[in-house]
């Protein structure tokens, strides 16, 4: 048997479960890790600038293909904590990512040492699991058990705690004899599968809703031969956008209170029966459940067991991971098929392809300031079927979302339920990191820009090229419209006349300067028809130079997104599209 440090066990752990790459900011307490990482080899380390833009860096890394997992590593104390908002992003959005922290030694723990603190407990409740490895022997084996459990059923993140001195500790470890343990993944049965499709059969509007446990399973072409087989209409949710592509006659559009669009929503509200597959009924898309559930029955099919009536009581629930479950579906409807039982849907179908391509927002403004509604019509054609889109939340992810179209699965990359400010530039780096020659497009508003600006230098210093595509209304633009309801605009002003840059106009911080000076290259635009040559004109840069390029778009300062509270109640505020010179986003006009 090998003798080496604990630490080195742990990194042949990590080369043996397939990483190669991993995010971090060393320090005093994880140096024997890092010194572990540097023996081994193997291992390609990415320096962020703040260790919260690790952790999200790891998850654009697991996000981007099947069978990723990203690795962050910080030290003791404040690095923990930094990285507890990507725990908790990459919890709510199960994704699993194994997050390595130092510790000060196992004597000291209880003495309020240094930059010591129970990370355990406090990742606890983001995390599937998190553990302070208290004795050497232990810790290739707790290694072992953190890469099955974030693989195994609902996938999710774990923090593993290292004392310094556990680290430095010398074991007995066979690398060459590890091997991972298997992955638990529970199954539909032919029972639940066929009761599940009796009941889709029996519905004359029949739909089904995907949502991102599509995406863990890599199961988005099972999920689309699913809706050929059967002829039903597909919802996808906004983490499972993607799962059938945008210009496909069985995608219905997304529904919801933001995310949404116009058709979607009329196409749910227009169905009796609703088969949901990895999804969570997640409160922005079905707004008022009263509303969302009147009418129509249920099935949910998911792969952890309490989500199966958290939100309301399907008719229906199977406890099952997507792809299995789809595998199942696919060979009964198939013979199902066959023997002529399936009913025919053509009618259904023709009815919410109508609704697509009637029931659109107006993207076609020339006003200057620029609307926001241009930028994405813009890009639409520019970056086409192919770009991999990243962003986290405000209007910009809102309207990103209503107007952009994707056309592949883990091209929405898209913090769902946490929404960190700040998630978008590192987890586009992230994507870079896992995809170097994929187009990646970000999309942020201003202040999600400014939260993890830093990150940016990474990009310069790692070459990870991405354009980032930075609409700037100085404004907290969705709090400022979250505010109307309380009739004020209160504390979300970002503008300010900027001394060194007068030629913003008020606009407050000189976003190209900042870029510049973090190593990357910048544009400006305030022109609707300099906006296409501009994301060109990133292209190349980004091609040329290899690092990220932004190219800040000069908005209006105030725009009302569509939203509402309910989905029969979304407010529409700027004109609808009257045709299709109104929309040259919509699906018509693009191929």
């Known amino acids: 048997m090998a003798r080496m440090t604990a630490a080195e066990a742990a990194v042949h752990v990590l080369r043996k479960e397939g990483i190669d790459v991993a995010f971090g900011v060393p320090g005093a307490a994880i140096n024997p890790f890092y010194a572990a990482l540097r023996k081994v080899g193997g291992i390609d380390h990415t320096l962020a600038r703040h260790v919260e833009g690790a952790s999200h860096m790891a998850e654009g890394y697991t996000r981007t293909k099947a069978g990723n997992i990203g690795v962050c590593i910080g030290t003791s104390g ?15 959005d199960s994704i699993p990512i194994l997050c390595i922290t130092g510790q000060a030694p196992v004597s000291k723990l209880h003495k309020e040492d240094f930059q010591a603190v129970d990370i355990k407990a406090i990742a606890g409740p983001v995390t599937k699991w998190a553990i302070t490895v208290m004795e050497p022997a232990q810790v290739p084996r707790a290694f072992q058990q953190a890469f099955h459990l974030m693989r195994s059923a609902r996938p999710g993140p774990v923090l593993i705690d290292l004392p310094i001195d556990v680290q430095m500790t010398e074991i007995e470890f066979d690398p060459d004899t590890y091997e991972p343990l298997p992955v638990y993944k529970p199954a539909a049965t032919r029972a639940q599968v066929e009761k599940a499709l009796t009941m889709l059969n029996e519905a004359d509007k029949p739909l089904l809703v995907a949502g991102g446990g599509v995406i863990n399973a890599d199961a988005s072409d099972l999920l689309t031969e699913f809706a050929e087989i059967t002829g039903v209409p597909v919802i996808p949710t906004l983490m499972g956008w993607g799962t059938i592509p945008d210009d496909h006659p069985l995608m219905a559009g997304m529904v919801g209170l933001q995310t949404s669009h116009r058709y979607g929503n009329a196409t749910m509200l227009a169905s009796d029966f609703v088969m949901g597959i990895g999804n969570r009924w997640a409160n922005r898309h079905t707004g008022n459940v009263s509303t969302y559930t009147e009418g129509r029955k249920f099935v949910h099919v998911d792969i952890e067991p309490t989500q199966i009536g958290r939100i309301f009581g399907p008719d229906y629930g199977i406890v099952s991971d997507a792809k299995a479950a789809l595998e199942l579906m696919i060979e009964v409807a198939s013979e199902w098929k066959a023997a002529g039982r399936l009913k025919d849907r053509a009618q259904w179908v023709d009815e919410c392809q109508e609704r697509k391509r009637t029931l659109l927002r107006k993207t076609h403004f020339d006003n200057v300031p620029v609307k926001p509604q241009r930028v994405y019509e813009e890009m639409n054609k520019v970056f086409g079927k192919n770009a991999r889109y990243v962003s986290t939340i405000g209007l910009s992810q809102i309207a990103g979302a209503q107007f952009l179209h994707v056309y592949k699965p883990r091209h929405w990359i898209n913090c769902g339920q946490a ?17 170097p020659e994929a187009e990646i497009v970000a999309l942020s508003g201003d202040y999600d820009f400014q939260f993890m600006v830093e990150e940016l230098a990474a990009g310069a210093q790692f070459n990870l090229p991405y354009i980032h595509v930075l609409v700037n209304n100085s404004y907290l633009g969705l709090i400022r419209q979250a505010q109307r309801n309380f009739d004020m605009d209160y504390c979300v002003q970002l503008a300010f006349e900027n001394i060194n840059c007068p030629e913003i106009e008020g606009y407050g911080v000189d976003h190209v300067s900042v870029v510049e000076g973090l190593g990357c290259k910048a544009l ?3 022109h609707p028809d300099d906006i296409a040559p501009a994301l060109e004109k990133a292209r190349e840069l980004m091609k040329q130079h290899r690092v990220p390029v932004v190219v800040e778009v000069i908005l209006e300062r105030v725009t009302n997104i569509s939203m509402g509270v309910d989905l029969d109640g979304v407010n529409e505020f700027e004109a609808l599209a009257e045709g299709e010179g109104d929309a040259p986003t919509s699906i018509a006009a693009l191929t």
Do not use: C, E, H
């Open 78 to 92: 404040p690095a923990g904590t930094d990285m507890i908002t990507g725990l908790y992003s990459a919890s709510a």
């Open 419 to 435: 929404g960190p400010l700040g998630w978008t530039v590192p987890a586009a780096l992230g994507v870079a990191k896992a995809d």
């Open 524 to 526: 400006r635009v305030t």
